[in-house]
């Protein structure tokens, strides 16, 4: 059974590693790029935002950042928006319902605070994570769409809370 918990501080070295393996080994981020230090700065995300892990049979396996829209790691959520960020499973965790758990767990607790919608960024080629998004009610929401560099063009997408 996969357990969703909040992540602690003996969490973050784990959790480091498993976001930067995932991006950057999945290709989604060059190892050399900036982005890779926010990845790995857990400590750092978990100060303004809330991070979360999924446990399987003891192990880490995945994590997700929550942000208000008014935390620094809020990027495209407005007021009664919570908005998700950097998801992450290990590929060894991959197909066995993990980013689904995580993804359910933000609605959730989208849900419980009174948030209208959940929102995120995706990359086109993020296919796996996209059927997660697709099958949990995440629609497009193209006039939100932005490229924070040049070259990286990110597609939003919102799932209402009903």
Excluded at 51 to 80: F, H, K, M
Aim: with cysteine; glycine share 8%.
């Amino acid at each position: 059974m996969i357990e969703i918990r909040n992540v602690t501080p003996e969490d973050y070295e784990a959790v480091a590693d498993l976001t930067v393996i995932a991006y950057v080994g999945g290709g989604f981020v060059e190892a050399h790029d900036p982005y890779t230090d926010q990845l790995r700065d857990t400590a750092k995300r978990a100060e303004k935002a809330d991070v979360r892990v999924a446990v399987l049979e003891g192990q880490i396996v995945g994590s997700v950042t929550i942000a208000e829209p008014d935390s620094p790691y809020a990027e495209v959520a407005e007021p009664g928006e919570l908005e998700f960020r950097m998801l992450a499973v290990s590929s060894d965790a991959q197909g066995a319902g993990v980013g689904t758990a995580l993804v359910r767990d933000v609605l959730q607790t989208a849900y419980d605070r009174g948030d209208r919608a959940v929102v995120m960024s995706t990359m086109s080629d993020m296919e796996a994570a996209r059927r997660i998004y697709d099958r949990n009610g995440f629609v497009p929401a193209p006039d939100r769409d932005w490229t924070p560099v040049p070259g990286v063009e990110l597609t939003v997408l919102v799932c209402e809370i009903v």
